[in-house]
């Protein structure tokens, strides 16, 4: 940067130094705008060379020199309309930079360091840089404007920028001006076909009378050889390369997406920067009278490379033939660019341009002149010698003479020559010995031209497809067979209208209706054989199917397993697995090409704009129901909760309920009926037991048994219920319990927590003190500190209270883990006093229950709802948002986290809601807002790291601890899953560039990084520590990891929690009464600890909630099972393979070590760990 003290905003310098070079600067840019001599430019760098004696001005004056011989450049063309106007003899003036000033109240010398800012490498809005960029790089910004112009392709037709437009044909001679540099196409004698598009940009450009950047797209074309021109009115632009074409993006938009006009907006973009109004007024154009009399410019050079090998620069221009006044912009238009609409008294019709080209080829022909301007390259350059307002000083000259003869009456013709290739231009489309100058930078001029390339191809690509399967041609060639199998899901068949276009290398068919007379076709479970005849489309690519409201029927959604696609006599077929659900009605393709697994760079070109549209639907367009939301439904009221919670699956309507969520992320629709069917159950169980009289007073401990046996359930860990109050199973259910994640080894208490030698005493048992027995590792601790400040609700007008306890654990000689020590308060003192086992047995079960009580919020919000499924949904969205079918991840991970997003939307409907069953059962519930404080800290003390479970284990100093199964198993359990995602990894990516040139990963990791967790805030890191992006095969890996070991984490959190609470005592999800204090200690009875537990009632719903939480489904996939397999080599089925001989070895493992254990650990037996999370 020149001078480091030049404030691009305020333009203040910041010390006396810089105060003299900014002194320096603003010279420099005024001698260039008011166009000073060269002597007062060396008597101004010898004066200040005596102020700097550093080196370092030697750089600022050659900078200074470059910036003043750019203004020059673009503020003295020859090239721009307001020369060419003075040359014809029109009195017109371009008062865009006036205006500039006059609306920023800038003073000479601040607009002369604007001036200067426009066309330098440190501007606020840089049009160039040195800087190389990556083609990774450069192209992911290509297919940032590629996803908001695929669906118009698909739908319209038409180019993204200029949709309205009229295609007429004709032909040309190749009349080049002595002196152009030649090559063989400019040569040639014969008579070239030209077809020429003129169009109307934007969204104003519905109406020719608007003002709006007019365009003509022209295609000569002889034999094979194309040369393709997209131009557009004006020879300067507003924009020069991707940020500045972003930034005019976003300012149109403000004018012409849904209606919204928001002029302030866009004039914050216009009076960014001088450049951008005066372009504006060249580019523009209001109710021009014909076509035929607009110049169009392609405003940014190609190379020619002559025969002899010389290269040149050159640009291309369309002119009328004969030579007339140019139409310029009034200079009322002028004063209100950003007012497109057309005049209320022009009473012309909206599309007159259109007829009136129509009508001058009814009654002749239309001319012009293909100009073309050129500079020998040096290789010297400066960056502006690229730019679109460079003025490069030499006449246009003569290349060719258009004769226009007639309209095209369709606008999706194409040249008929069997190839998918349309009308619309497309820049990359050249003759040999012209070609695209490669962009050093996506700030580079030539970005634009490369980056049209890319986007016309891509788009046109998808247009093309459309206008086979639209085709009036019954061409007959080839024998086409479609096999269909319908899923035997209940529900699954539809009475609806399906047809097929099958995408080949060379053309695509039309679309086919499939019907089978005499026959109910796409039933349940069947399978059914089609055939047609069609034209030959070459290799098959992709598939797209379409179903559609038969009119006769009642709408219904279909659950597709696979399609088998055949050409008659091939020898083989082409399958395409698909499993998921196909939603009512669309107006949208429904694009499948599953029928190979391969990472989106390299795939064909054909495959590749399929996949951009695919991913483009469930991601950028409103009609997409992939959207990200952050609105909770919290009772009557929305409350959005982005700062606090990660982001989730949009659900289209205002009850945000299951029942509305889109049918491709439902369970099955058995699933959902066991699920009701449990829930009802349970509610007449609990209605029937009101009407025995269960909810009577307790009056024994054992009389909460009857709860459990309201709701039986035989499992293997059954015993523990004959010793739930003991310390040793206290402990055994610490490490292998439902809630085993918060124990850690101490090196010293902290000082909150003040156990003493008194309080040990006839406690520990080595003969050792308290503060040696922390020193030998034998003392462990749990501080549910997390829960600090969280609200709590009531129950019966009785206020309810919670713990925020600390829990000291020892390790004694038999390494059975027990409790020594409870502290129910973060401060110690009175109100919270330590409880021992030296006190009553009632006064000691008593502090455990309020433990208890508390580690049962944790469970439930922390360890098992926030960490191990709201964690997870952002990663599920953002993968179906930004992953192709075709992509290796998304068959990997598509059943592991389809499931999620039924069930967390469903925990947000009835779980956390006001009035829910979580709301209900806990005591952070019962009305406060307890639950969402609960689930905030969670994130606010959590990050991307936790989710290494196994790092988690060494860094809690747990790996010696005895008897810590869960441990064992989770380690186990971390190491073949690991081994998994690394050789799918490997097996899909020969190197860590594939990995950073696969722009579907990294637009899924980017977008979890911004809308999954990136609006979150008071967070330990931004985004949770999640990344934003990948650059190694060693972070991919780590990234699935954390995914995929996530579901085996929810196992744990989640299937033990009926197991472990259906005994209200074992862990009360409510406590009643206050907390015990110093003044209450030796008070406890039996009769107090009845009545500070749950009653009956709430016993029984604090069990069925565990009950519906814990429950099983019939159609249940675990770890080990495929049925929904996606990859169709037989390699890929082996890595899988290779996963499920380790898992049935820990299967055999633990069974083994069960078998010796009185209370088994079963929860993370491989068998009985879902694929996914879906309880």
């Not at 020069?240 to 300012?251: C, D």
Request: aromatic share 10%; charged share 25%.
């Amino acid at each position: 940067m020149a001078w480091k003290g030049l404030d691009s905003t305020s333009f203040s310098p910041k010390d006396e130094e810089a105060k003299l070079r900014g002194q320096f600067w603003i010279k420099l840019a005024s001698m260039g705008v008011k166009d000073g001599s060269e002597k007062e430019l060396h008597e101004l760098l010898q004066e200040w060379t005596e102020i700097f004696k550093d080196a370092d001005i030697l750089e600022e004056r050659q900078e200074g020199l470059d910036m003043i011989s750019n203004i020059k450049e673009i503020l003295y063309s020859t090239s721009t309309l307001e020369s060419q106007a003075k040359e014809r003899g029109q009195e017109w003036s371009n008062l865009g930079r006036k205006l500039f000033q006059e609306h920023t109240g800038s003073s000479e010398v601040q607009m002369a360091i604007k001036l200067a800012m426009d066309f330098s490498p440190w501007s606020p809005a840089p049009w160039t840089s040195y800087t190389t960029e990556s083609l990774q790089s450069m192209s992911a910004k290509v297919r940032q404007f590629n996803t908001n112009g695929l669906l118009q392709a698909w739908k319209l037709q038409a180019p993204t920028t200029h949709p309205v437009g009229l295609i007429v044909k004709g032909q040309a001679l190749m009349e080049p001006d002595e002196g152009l540099p030649l090559i063989d196409f400019f040569t040639s004698k014969e008579e070239i076909k030209v077809q020429a598009r003129f169009s109307n940009g934007g969204a104003y450009g519905k109406d020719d009378r608007s003002t709006t950047g007019r365009g003509c797209s022209l295609k000569l074309r002889l034999g094979d050889q194309v040369l393709d021109l997209v131009c557009q009115t004006g020879s300067v632009s507003p924009f020069e390369n991707y940020l500045t074409f972003a930034l005019l993006v976003g300012a149109n938009s403000q004018l012409e997406e849904h209606g919204n006009f928001d002029v302030e907006a866009y004039k914050k973009w216009l009076l960014s920067r001088p450049a951008s109004w005066y372009n504006l007024v060249e580019t523009l154009v209001k109710a021009p009278s014909s076509y035929s009399r607009l110049q169009y410019y392609l405003k940014y050079p190609l190379l020619l490379t002559e025969a002899s090998g010389v290269e040149h620069y050159c640009k291309f221009r369309i002119v009328p033939a004969e030579e007339g006044p140019l139409e310029l912009m009034p200079e009322e238009t002028q004063r209100t660019i950003w007012n497109r609409e057309a005049d209320k008294d022009d009473k012309r019709p909206i599309d007159y341009l259109r007829r009136e080209m129509r009508k001058r080829l009814l009654e002749g022909t239309v001319q012009f002149k293909l100009e073309m301007i050129s500079k020998e390259k040096t290789g010297n350059e400066s960056n502006i010698f690229f730019h679109p307002s460079s003025d490069w000083k030499q006449p246009w000259k003569t290349l060719a003479l258009i004769e226009l003869t007639e309209t095209v009456g369709d606008e999706r013709m194409w040249w008929g020559d069997g190839r998918i290739g349309g009308w619309a231009g497309n820049p990359g489309d050249l003759p040999p010995g012209l070609s695209i100058i490669e962009p050093v930078n996506s700030q580079d001029t030539n970005w634009v031209n490369w980056a049209r390339s890319e986007l016309y191809r891509v788009n046109s690509s998808i247009r093309n497809v459309r206008r086979f399967a639209e085709s009036k041609e019954n061409v007959k060639d080839v024998k086409y067979i479609v096999t269909i199998t319908t899923s035997d899901i209940k529900y699954s068949g539809t009475d609806d209208n399906v047809s097929i276009i099958i995408v080949g290398d060379k053309a695509a068919t039309n679309r086919q209706y499939l019907d089978t007379k005499l026959y109910n076709d796409f039933e349940r479970g069947d399978t059914t054989e089609y055939s047609f005849l069609d034209r030959e489309i070459g290799h098959i690519e992709y598939i797209i199917i379409k179903k559609e409201d038969s009119k006769l029927t009642i709408q219904s959604e279909w659950c597709i397993e696979k399609v088998v696609v055949a050409k008659d006599k091939s020898g083989y077929d082409i399958k395409f697995p698909f499993f998921q659900w196909v939603n009512n009605a669309s107006p949208d393709p429904l694009i499948i090409a599953s029928n190979r697994t391969c990472l989106p760079q390299n795939e064909s070109e054909i495959r590749s704009s399929a996949r951009l549209l695919e991913t483009s639907l469930s991601s950028h367009w409103e009609e997409t129901k992939f959207k990200w939301s952050y609105d909770l439904k919290t009772g009557d009221n929305i409350e959005d909760v982005r700062e606090h919670q990660p982001g989730f699956l949009k659900v289209h309507s205002e009850e945000k309920t299951y029942d509305e969520l889109d049918s491709r992320f439902q369970w099955a629709p058995e699933h959902y009926s066991e699920y009701k069917d449990l829930r009802r159950t349970l509610a007449m169980t609990g209605i029937t037991s009101t009407i025995k009289g269960l909810f009577d007073p307790i009056n024994t401990i054992e009389e909460y048994k009857d709860v459990v046996e309201e709701i039986p359930e035989e499992s293997a860990e059954d015993a523990w219920m004959d010793n739930w109050d003991s310390d040793e199973e206290f402990g055994r259910q610490t490490m292998n319990g439902m809630n085993p994640v918060n124990l850690h080894r101490i090196k010293e208490l902290p000082e909150k927590f003040p156990v003493t030698e008194a309080h040990m005493e006839g406690i520990l048992q080595r003969g050792l003190t308290l503060q040696e027995e922390i020193e030998k590792g034998n003392m462990y601790m749990i501080d549910l500190k997390i829960l600090e400040g969280v609200s709590t609700g009531t129950y019966e007008d009785q206020k309810l209270f919670l713990a925020v306890p600390m829990v000291l654990f020892y390790l004694p000689p038999n390494e059975k883990l027990i409790p020594v020590a409870i502290q129910l308060g973060q401060l110690p003192g009175t109100d919270f006093p330590i409880w021992t086992p030296n006190d009553t047995r009632e006064d000691w079960l008593l502090a455990k229950f309020w433990f208890r009580n508390a580690d049962a919020q944790v469970s439930q919000l922390v360890t098992h709802l926030a960490q191990s499924h709201f964690i997870l949904e952002p990663f599920a969205v953002g993968m179906f948002r930004s992953l192709s079918l075709a992509h290796p991840i998304h068959k990997l991970m598509k059943d592991n986290l389809k499931s999620l997003i039924a069930i967390d939307t469903k925990a947000r409907e009835v779980l956390i809601t006001p009035g829910g069953v979580g709301d209900a059962s806990l005591t952070v519930g019962h009305g406060s807002n307890g639950i969402i404080e609960t689930l905030t800290k969670a994130y606010q003390n959590y990050s991307y790291k936790g989710m290494n479970y196994k790092n988690d284990l060494v860094q809690r100093d747990v790996m010696e601890l005895p008897g810590y199964h869960h441990r064992d198993d989770s380690i186990k359990l971390w190491d073949a899953t690991l081994s998994y995602m690394q050789d799918m990894v490997n097996h899909f990516y020969d190197s860590d560039s594939d990995v950073i040139e696969d722009w579907e990963v990294q637009a899924w990791v980017k977008d979890v990084f911004n809308n999954g967790f990136g609006k979150m805030k008071n967070l330990q890191q931004a985004s949770l520590g999640v990344p934003s992006s990948l650059a190694t095969k060693a972070e991919l890996v780590e990234y699935l990891q954390s995914i995929f070991y996530t579901t085996v984490r929810h196992s744990f959190a989640n299937f033990y929690s009926f197991e472990y609470t259906r005994f209200a005592p074992n862990s009360p999800t409510v406590l009643r009464g206050k907390l015990p204090r110093e003044e209450d200690r030796g008070l406890a009875t039996m009769e107090t600890l009845l009545a500070s537990l749950p009653t009956k009632k709430q016993a029984y719903v604090a069990a069925a909630t565990g009950k519906v939480l814990a429950n099983r489904a019939s159609d249940e996939v675990y770890l080990r099972e495929t049925p929904n397999w996606m990859f169709l080599k037989e390699e890929t089925r082996k890595v899988f393979e290779k996963f499920v001989e380790k898992l049935d070895k820990i299967e055999e493992e633990i069974k083994s070590r069960n078998k010796e254990l009185d209370i088994p650990y079963t929860v993370l037996q491989p068998s009985r760990i879902p694929s996914g999370v879906s309880a």
